[in-house]
């Protein structure tokens, strides 16, 4: 019962790198999500999605770009990494939006120097 | 003024106090209403989905003031393992969720 699953777990990127996030639940979820967390705040929404083919932006998208061509996958883009980009990032996916629980995945821990 | 506001804590108490933590939001579209709970370098998992009437869940219970667009969590009895960042969490209809920035429990023997 994986849930789900986020890769890689750590990456240091140095700055103007490109990479991808990556995010695969296997609970047929339609909503997906993509946060940020910066040490000792909340969760930042960066992309979300409605079901494959449809996503939208959150609160703080610049810098990131997301596809999901599938139920079961989200990837976040990042291109041009730059310092402030350096979080953690965390998906998760909900059954049907706005009034059922969000699962999230373990994170992704990121530098970029 | 940020969407969703919350206590900045920490909150430092001992084992057996009762601590509570408020939440206020500013979007009155907003929908659906919970409470994360987040321990250190952890995802967030679900506390508990908050209702209009009201909703208790063992040493927990959770407002909802709609008409003051407040939300309120209350701990009895606190235990050592309830030692977290505590996540007020607000969505609208169209699936997008805004969290506050989290206040951090310590109970202490």
């Known amino acids: 019962n994986a849930g789900v699953t986020q890769t890689p777990k750590f990456r240091i990127l140095k700055i103007g790198q490109s990479m991808t996030l990556q995010c695969t639940q296997d609970m047929n979820h339609n909503y997906m999500y993509w946060y940020r967390q910066d040490p000792g705040m909340g969760l930042k929404l960066i992309y979300y999605?409605?079901?494959?083919?449809?996503?939208d932006k959150g609160e703080v998208p610049n810098g990131y770009n997301v596809s999901r061509s599938t139920t079961e996958d989200f990837p976040l883009r990042l291109e041009l990494a730059a310092p402030s980009q350096t979080s953690v990032y965390f998906c998760?996916?909900?059954?049907?939006?706005?009034?059922?629980?969000?699962?999230f995945g373990p994170g992704t821990r990121l530098t970029v120097t | 003024r940020k969407e969703v506001e919350q206590d900045p804590g920490p909150f430092n108490v001992p084992e057996g106090a009762t601590v509570a933590f408020n939440c206020t939001y500013s979007?009155?579209?907003?929908?659906?209403f919970f409470w994360y709970r987040q321990d250190c370098r952890k995802e967030p998992k679900l506390l508990m989905s908050?209702?209009?009437s009201g909703n208790e869940d063992g040493r927990f219970t959770a407002q909802l003031n709609r008409a003051s667009q407040y939300i309120s969590l209350l701990i009895r009895d606190s235990k050592l393992s309830d030692s977290a960042t505590y996540l007020c969490?607000?969505?609208?209809?169209?699936?997008?969720?805004?969290f506050g920035d989290g206040t951090t429990l310590t109970v202490k023997p």
């Open positions: 969490v607000v969505n609208t209809n169209a699936g997008k969720s805004t």
């Open positions: 908050v209702y209009s």
């Open positions: 999605s409605v079901g494959a083919g449809i996503t």
């Open positions: 979007n009155s579209a907003s929908q659906s």
């Open positions: 998760a996916s909900s059954s049907a939006g706005a009034h059922y629980e969000q699962y």
